[in-house]
């Protein structure tokens, strides 16, 4: 990293040399300026920039777009604050600012000297403007955000010769995810440049990265650790989360390097997986002498120094001795279970993963804690959110669910929040009691929340810290107690790097997250389809599936999951003749059997089973093949069609040479 040791005048004439060569007579001055500064002045020039000044309120949000804008990054800005005042006290009256940008390089903080405002106002450096390098040029802020790396601009090297008075140093800032989330930065007059400036946005970055990591994981385990025993508590120690069964939840950028890892590899590994010495030693150590420092090997023989905070458990796996309390309450006569009421327990049918998400789920029941359901369409998230209220004391009370994404968005306010009477037009002379105020007592189910549209999510923001909710068309707040579980599809992390959603909100409704696994992933497809033919037929029924059937489930790709099978099931079902008790291939919906190969290249997703039929021309043994494949439907036509004429057009005769039914024939010859 450089530091200037040119005295300024000598400095300000290679940059005035730098600028001629590079904007009067387009050659490029690679030894007089950094190669970050050139690079940036290439971007510029190619972005279509000129080095003219722009106009004063160039690049300027309004109030609201900036309250906006300080309420999603709410967190980034509260852990920035304490860090931002420490090191203006560092700086105190040296003509500086220290200043915070998002993502995009909008400022959302600032603290400085009175007396450097009012020039920096002159060139907006003022909350609201966004400095993100394709807008005003090479400068610290959009530059580090660009190079997503420390950088100095001094003097000149700003592109606009508007900013040539400033000197101005800024690091970007990374989330535990190892997302961009903004820029810390300090901006000074050029003539008054300190070596050190960039050294310590550096460190406050640094900073602030760990305070991000240690808040996100406060509820989980946090690892501290590092080769030498005296970096264990600094800045250079590898943070890593990990939940008391071994799952990796989070790592810093240290501990990557120290690990050997890429971020992108975290969810191929568990705890296990990594270190040699086993996770309940290091509970079992960290909860009898919190302070001490661990020896910690790695299953590459390494030995590490390591401290264990954060949620220990209150007990481990030997359970202590049951109270007179607990005495009192096994004798008392089990909770009845009213009919049709499912709980998390009966979700349980084999798969680890969805083992998992239950275990961790029933942990949370009865407190207050919100949940978020992770999981594709279909995968069952609204069943595990009521087997999650029912499991519960809210059991006796509502659950009631919304999905946002299947309301249009001028109507969820009022679904969700309720109105009163000539609220608007249109609405119900009686009024209307939103799904907030229904759940008062039970549990509200808030499905695709991540479609919700952010206006709304600060109102709901403020119910959940509030516990009140204000019907539209009303002044009183309604006190509402409930439980909140909300499901999404989306990475909604992402979603709020993309500002589309609130951070703040996340936080809030992100107590726990379990992931719901898609039904292509899981284990248990045998025990699932046997307790949805007990679902659609019945506890008594002898309607099995045949293990070919069975098979081909195992390799379906199932893109609409469990909801696509059970729909596969009831049709099945449906399409059995009377007296037939076994599911074959003739039964299952032509759809599945639609897949054809995008290439003679690449190999089809799946094949179809073999068919049970003794005939030659079955239309069913014929697998989906590479390539120009030929139409299920036209195979089993021109099976039908031969059966039909080597029977004279007996159907029966047909039928029997088929190896199905007379009326499964009519049925087909009904479909074609």
């Not at 499912?342 to 798969?351: A, E, F, S, V």
């Not at 979603?495 to 909100?505: H, I, P, W, Y």
Request: glycine share 8%; hydrophobic share 40%; aromatic share 6%.
């Amino acid at each position: 990293m450089r530091q200037p040791l040119l005295p300024l005048e000598v400095h300000n004439r290679r940059l005035h040399e730098a600028r001629k060569l590079f904007f009067d007579r387009g050659s490029s001055p690679d030894e007089l300026v950094e190669h970050t500064v050139l690079r940036s002045w290439e971007r510029c020039r190619r972005g279509g920039l000129s080095d003219g000044a722009v106009a004063r309120d160039d690049g300027v949000v309004t109030t609201p777009k900036l309250r906006e804008a300080c309420e999603r990054n709410s967190r980034l800005i509260a852990h920035a604050q304490g860090i931002m005042e420490h090191v203006y006290e560092q700086i105190r009256a040296s003509d500086s600012l220290v200043m915070l940008s998002d993502a995009r390089g909008m400022l959302i903080h600032r603290v400085g000297d009175p007396e450097f405002v009012t020039r920096a106002q002159k060139v907006s450096l003022q909350p609201g403007a966004i400095w993100d390098e394709s807008l005003r040029g090479t400068n610290a802020i959009g530059t580090a955000l660009v190079e997503q790396s420390p950088v100095e601009i001094l003097g000149g090297e700003h592109f606009l010769g508007l900013n040539s008075f400033l000197t101005c140093s800024a690091a970007p800032i990374f989330d535990p995810q190892g997302r961009m989330v903004g820029a810390i930065d300090i901006s000074g007059d050029y003539r008054t440049y300190q070596r050190h400036t960039l050294g310590l946005v550096r460190l406050s970055a640094q900073l602030l990265e760990k305070r991000l990591f240690e808040s996100e994981y406060a509820r989980e385990l946090q690892l501290s650790f590092h080769p030498r025993p005296e970096h264990v508590g600094s800045m250079q120690e590898g943070l890593l989360a990990v939940s008391c069964d071994g799952c990796l939840l989070g790592i810093n950028p240290v501990a990557l390097d120290l690990l050997g890892l890429r971020r992108n590899d975290l969810s191929h590994y568990d705890f296990a997986m990594i270190f040699a010495t086993p996770l309940n030693s290091l509970i079992d150590r960290a909860m009898r002498d919190p302070h001490s420092l661990i020896a910690l090997d790695t299953r590459s023989g390494e030995r590490l120094y390591a401290t264990l905070r954060g949620a220990l458990p209150r007990r481990l796996d030997v359970p202590s001795p049951p109270s007179r309390a607990a005495d009192e309450v096994a004798k008392r006569p089990p909770q009845r279970r009213r009919e049709g009421e499912i709980r998390l327990d009966d979700l349980k049918t084999g798969d680890e993963r969805l083992n998992l998400a239950i275990q961790r789920a029933s942990r949370v029941v009865g407190k207050d804690i919100p949940v978020l359901i992770q999981g594709e369409s279909g995968v069952g998230k609204e069943l595990f959110a009521k087997a999650f209220h029912q499991s519960g004391d809210r059991s006796a009370r509502a659950f009631v669910a919304l999905n946002c994404a299947a309301i249009p968005e001028n109507l969820i306010e009022s679904e969700l929040f309720g109105y009163l009477g000539g609220a608007f037009t249109g609405a119900r002379k009686e009024g209307m009691v939103g799904k907030i105020q229904q759940a008062d007592g039970g549990t509200l189910f808030l499905d695709e929340i991540g479609d919700m549209p952010l206006n709304l999510q600060a109102r709901l923001l403020r119910v959940l810290q509030e516990r009140c909710v204000t019907p539209l068309g009303g002044v009183k707040p309604v006190p509402v107690n409930l439980s909140l579980v909300c499901a999404t599809h989306r990475r909604l992390r992402d979603e709020v790097a993309r500002g589309s959603f609130r951070e703040d909100l996340f936080y809030r409704i992100n107590g726990l997250t379990v992931s719901l696994p898609a039904l292509r992933e899981r284990s248990d497809i045998a025990q699932l389809v046997e307790n949805l033919l007990a679902l659609e037929a019945g506890c008594d029924s002898t309607i099995v599936v045949a293990e070919d059937v069975l098979e081909f489930f195992g390799r379906y790709d199932w893109p609409g999951n469990i909801r696509q099978l059970h729909n596969v099931i009831r049709v099945a079902i449906a399409l059995l003749d009377e007296g037939e008790t076994e599911i074959r291939p003739v039964h299952l919906p032509e759809e599945l059997f639609g897949m054809e190969s995008d290439s003679a290249i690449g190999e089809p997703k799946r094949t179809i089973p073999a068919a049970t039929m003794p005939s030659e021309a079955s239309p069913r043994a014929v697998p989906l093949g590479p390539g120009g494949t030929a139409r299920l439907d036209q195979i089993e036509l021109d099976a039908i069609q031969r059966a039909l004429n080597e029977s004279a057009g007996n159907v029966s005769a047909a039928a029997r040479r088929l190896g199905i039914s007379r009326n499964t024939l009519y049925r087909k010859l009904g479909r074609f």
